[in-house]
């Protein structure tokens, strides 16, 4: 089942495919800090994120008059930030293979110890790694999921696949990562 744009959403893109400017001013202060957020976990680069998501931000101008409202389009800038920077990793080059940076961490309560914000930042260093050690697929459904805010079938359309296989995916991407996290807090 897929469900109807928002009406401002779709108005939005309507006064965009006029060329609006303002309208795509108010697309992106409605949807930047999701798709910031959905375009990091991906990127994992602050700088390159800000620039893909400019690029993004443009695609949804350039195709507003090509929207189809057969899906939202909250699943329609989803698709085009995952599918953006899926591609800009696919041509990514590393300069360094032994690099291994996680970006910045999460920071702790105003109200924790030093002690407490070292583990809780050693905590989300692990995490991270164990997310990327997943299966690509897996990963990537998981990420969508979590930090996209995508549905099943959101995440299916954008993945070319079925609702019951993100379904899986999801399933076997939190078993691992609860398995390999038990064994490495054993």
Known sequence: MTSQPTDLDYALLQRMARGEQSALEELIRRHERRLYS?????????????????EVFLKAYEF????????????WLNRITANHCLNRLRQRVPLDPLENDYGPLPLA??????????EEADL????????????????????????GDLSYQEIAEVMETTPG???GLIKRARQSLRQALAEDLA
């Not at 507003?64 to 699943?75: D, L």
């Not at 995490?127 to 930090?147: G, I, M």
Request: proline share 6%; aromatic share 4%.
């Open 109 to 118: 309560s105003s109200d924790a110890t030093p002690l407490e914000a070292l």
């Open 64 to 75: 507003a008059g090509r929207f189809k409202p057969i899906s939202t389009v909250k699943a």
């Open 165 to 167: 296989a993100v379904d």
């Open 124 to 147: 989300a260093r692990r995490l991270e790694a164990l997310l990327e050690a997943l299966p690509e697929k897996q990963r990537r459904a998981l990420v969508l999921k979590r930090f």
């Open 38 to 54: 959905l375009a990091y976990r991906l990127l994992k680069d602050p700088l390159e994120t800000e620039d893909a998501l400019q």
